[in-house]
C-alpha cells in the first residue's frame, strides 16, 4: 500500500471510531435512530477504507456493500458473519431514515452498535493482516 492509501484508510478509521462513540451517545440519550444511522456509518466508513487498500470504491451505498462482499466476504479474509451485520445495519438505517411511522426500538440500536463495534474491531484486524503480508511480500 502506498503512504496515501495508507493515510486514507487510517481517515476512514478514524471517521469510524468518531462516528462509534457518536452512535454510542445517541444510544444514551435514547435517539436509537440516530444512533442505528451512526453504527451504520463506523462500518460503512471502515469498509470505504479497507476497500481502499484495493483501490476500490463506489459513490453508492449498495455499491460499497457489494464490493465490500466480493472483495473481502467471500475471499474469506473478512469473516462472513461480520460482513452481514454491515448489510443488517444498512437495512435497518434505510427503514428508519426513509420509511414513515418506523420506530427503532432500544433492543434494536443496542444490537446494531454491538455489531458495529465487532466488525470495527474485524476491519483492524484484517488491515494488520494484510500490512503483515505485505511487509513480507505475500500481496
Given at each position: ?23 454510542e ?9 440516530d ?48 460482513g ?17 411511522f ?38
Open positions: 500500500m502506498t503512504d496515501d492509501i495508507l493515510k486514507l484508510i487510517k481517515y476512514r478509521f478514524s471517521q469510524a471510531e468518531e462516528t462509534l462513540t457518536v452512535a451517545e445517541m444510544l444514551s440519550n435514547r435517539h436509537y435512530r444512533a442505528v444511522n451512526r453504527a451504520y456509518y463506523a462500518m460503512f466508513y471502515c469498509g470505504l477504507g479497507l476497500l481502499a487498500s484495493k483501490k476500490l470504491g463506489s459513490s453508492k451505498h449498495s455499491g460499497v456493500l457489494s464490493l465490500f462482499s466480493q472483495h473481502f466476504v467471500k475471499t474469506g479474509m473478512f469473516p462472513a458473519e461480520a452481514g451485520h454491515l448489510r443488517k445495519a444498512f437495512e435497518i438505517r434505510q427503514r428508519g431514515d426513509y420509511r414513515e418506523v420506530e427503532i426500538k432500544k433492543e434494536e440500536a443496542e444490537e446494531t452498535i454491538r455489531n458495529a463495534e465487532k466488525f470495527v474491531d474485524e476491519a483492524h484486524r484484517v488491515l494488520d493482516k494484510m500490512q503483515r503480508a505485505e511487509e513480507k511480500g505475500q500481496n
